[in-house]
C-alpha cells in the first residue's frame, strides 16, 4: 500500500496568516491527490482533487501543487471558518489511501 | 439537495454483527460508485470497502476481507454494510462516501455522510 504522510501533524495560526501543508507519499501517485477539510461532527468535504483543482465552490485562498510524490496544500489567508482538519488521500493506485491529518487550530 | 444519512451503528460486543446503512439523496445513486471509510478515535482515515455503481463489482480492505460484506439497493437509493466478527479494532466512525465514476477504481470521493459510531465493546 502506498503510504502518505503529512506535516506537520498540526499548527497555530491566526487569521490572515498564509498557511501551508506538506503532503508525502511513499511513490510516485502521479496527480492523483484528493485534499480533505474535516470538522467535528461534521461530514469531511472534499477540497481538492488531481493535485492543483479546486472543487466545485472551494474558496480561491485554497489551492494545492505538486506532482509525484511531494504535493503541498496552501491557505493563501486564514479565515475563521478555516480552522479544521486537513487529510490528503492518493488514488493512483488500489487501495486508497490517507494521510494522518493536519490539525489547523487558533494561535 | 445532495445528501448521504449513515445509519445502523452502536455498541456491540466483540464477535457480533451489525449492519450500516446509508441513504443517498439529491444525484443518480447508481451512477456512482460507492465506499466506506472509516475513523477510529483519534486516528486518520482508513478505506474499508467500494462498490461499483450496478453492485456487480466489490472491494474490500484486507482487515476487514472475509468479515465485511458492501452491496447496495439502487431502488432504495441505499448503500450497505454487513459487518461480522467484530473485533475492538473495528470502533470508529464510518462514513458512506460517492466516487465520481459509476465504475471501481477511480477512488476518489467526493461526497461524503457526516458518519456512524460503531463501538465494540465488551
Known amino acids: 500500500d502506498i503510504q502518505m504522510t503529512q506535516s506537520p501533524s498540526s499548527l497555530s495560526a491566526s487569521v490572515g496568516d498564509r498557511v501551508t501543508i506538506t503532503c508525502r507519499a511513499s511513490q510516485g501517485i502521479s496527480n492523483y491527490l484528493a485534499w480533505f477539510q474535516q470538522k467535528p461532527g461534521k461530514a469531511p468535504k472534499s477540497l481538492i482533487y488531481?493535485?492543483?483543482n479546486l472543487e466545485s465552490g472551494v474558496p480561491p485562498n485554497f489551492s494545492g501543487s505538486g506532482s509525484g510524490t511531494e504535493f503541498t496544500l496552501t491557505i493563501s489567508s486564514l479565515q475563521p471558518e478555516d480552522f479544521a482538519t486537513y487529510y490528503c488521500?492518493?488514488?493512483?493506485?488500489?487501495?486508497?489511501?490517507f494521510g494522518g491529518g493536519t490539525k489547523v487550530d487558533i494561535k | 439537495e445532495v445528501q448521504l444519512l449513515e445509519s445502523g451503528g452502536g455498541l456491540e460486543q466483540p464477535g457480533g454483527s451489525l449492519r450500516l446503512s446509508c441513504v443517498v439523496s439529491?444525484?443518480?445513486?447508481?451512477?456512482?460508485?460507492m465506499s466506506w471509510v472509516r475513523q477510529a478515535p483519534g486516528k486518520g482515515l482508513e478505506w474499508v470497502s467500494g462498490i461499483s455503481g450496478s453492485g456487480g463489482s466489490t472491494y474490500h480492505a484486507d482487515s476487514v476481507q472475509g468479515r465485511f460484506s458492501i452491496s447496495r439497493d439502487n431502488s432504495k437509493n441505499t448503500l450497505y454494510l454487513q459487518m461480522n466478527s467484530l473485533t475492538v479494532e473495528d470502533t470508529a466512525l464510518y462514513y458512506c462516501a460517492r466516487d465520481v465514476r459509476e465504475i471501481l477504481g477511480n477512488w476518489y470521493f467526493d461526497l461524503w455522510g457526516r458518519g456512524t459510531l460503531v463501538t465494540v465493546s465488551s
Open positions: 488531481g493535485a492543483s
Open positions: 439529491g444525484f443518480t445513486f447508481k451512477s456512482h460508485a
Open positions: 488521500q492518493q488514488y493512483n493506485s488500489y487501495p486508497p489511501t
